[in-house]
């Protein structure tokens, strides 16, 4: 399912004295398949643009389209839950939804308010929580007993439970150690690649973007001021300096490492593993020199 933002503006409590313009001229289109980073400094627009992604927010001006579905300042609400069934968003601190007595009825709550039946419903809890890598105890636990790790994983079954098409992640991994951290992203890869799912994180986190996207959005003052692999997003440094951001660590070292050996590597070092394959070709050719 693609997504493509036209022109897209909006205002927050628009025609009030409290009116406040959060995206303008928003152009951008989200192949479906892929895996897309939002990037960009704090309060660039990538939340407002999000809620965009699933019909939570209509464009105050242009269009957004979402499959089938087009999505304008006057579409009717009524048109948009089909949208947000196939649309799934963790939000970010996800677990602080969590509302049921145990895990599997939370897990269950989407699906079954999408018309899933109760057995279906209950069948897609317990083979998410194995997925998940969670102990198969806690389907009858109460969600706020568990550990923040667990909370989350719990949460972000809830929305995989009713199998959107679309899984749009607000920085999943806010407030997770670096392990859950890793481990967490590592799962979203997994789904991406073997569901075919299309993934869209919003982050701040320029290592996740380079390590796991193949598309980068930048917003900057809220608009999209770049769209483009991330090869090309993070060739340009100055242009990123100017809307506050900086380069993944792995292209920082490449690039200090290029100086000490006075030339350019085969490769972009956009993940540390590429770096460590690129240093480990320089040192052979030392070395058998
Ligand atoms: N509910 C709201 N009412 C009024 N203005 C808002 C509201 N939410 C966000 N804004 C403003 O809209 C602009 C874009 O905010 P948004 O939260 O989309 O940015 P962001 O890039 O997601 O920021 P962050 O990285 O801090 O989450 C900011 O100027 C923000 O202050």
Redesign the pocket.
């Known amino acids: 399912m693609d997504i493509t933002l036209q022109q897209v503006g909006y205002l ?2 628009k025609n009030s004295p ?1 009116e ?1 313009r ?2 303008h001229e928003v152009d951008a289109t989200i192949h479906s398949g892929s895996y897309t980073a939002i990037i ?11 809620m965009h992604l699933n019909g939570l927010l209509k464009p105050s001006e242009g269009i957004v389209k979402i499959g089938d579905a087009t999505i304008t300042a006057g579409t009717k609400a009524k048109g948009l839950k089909e949208v947000r069934r196939h649309v799934g968003i963790v939000f970010q601190f996800p677990e602080h939804q969590l509302f049921e007595e145990t895990v599997e009825k939370d897990i269950m709550f989407g699906p079954m308010n999408f018309g899933v039946d109760k057995e279906e419903a209950r069948r897609r809890a317990h083979e998410l929580i194995e997925q998940l890598g969670l102990p198969k105890e806690i389907a009858e636990q109460s969600p706020f007993e568990l550990s923040g790790g667990q909370m989350r994983r719990v949460a972000i079954a809830g929305v995989l439970a009713f199998k959107p098409s679309v899984l749009v992640l607000d ?1 999943p991994t806010a407030g997770l150690d670096p392990k859950g951290r890793r481990e967490i992203m590592d799962l979203f890869q997994v789904l991406h690649e073997r569901e075919n799912l299309t993934t869209i994180l ?1 982050t ?1 986190s320029m290592e996740d973007a380079a390590r796991y996207a193949d598309n980068i959005i930048v ?1 900057h003052d ?1 608009t999209s001021v770049m769209n483009g692999t991330p090869e090309e997003i993070f060739s340009d440094e100055e242009r990123l300096a100017t809307y506050r951001l900086g380069l993944p660590r792995a292209v920082k070292f490449q690039r200090d490492f290029e100086k000490l050996i006075g030339r350019s590597l085969s490769k972009m070092a956009l993940t540390e593993e590429i770096l460590a394959e690129e240093i480990a070709k320089v040192a052979s050719e030392v070395g058998g020199r």
């Open positions: 927050y409590a409290f406040k959060a995206l960009g400094h704090t309060g660039s627009g990538k939340s407002t643009l999000l920085e919003v701040h917003m809220g």
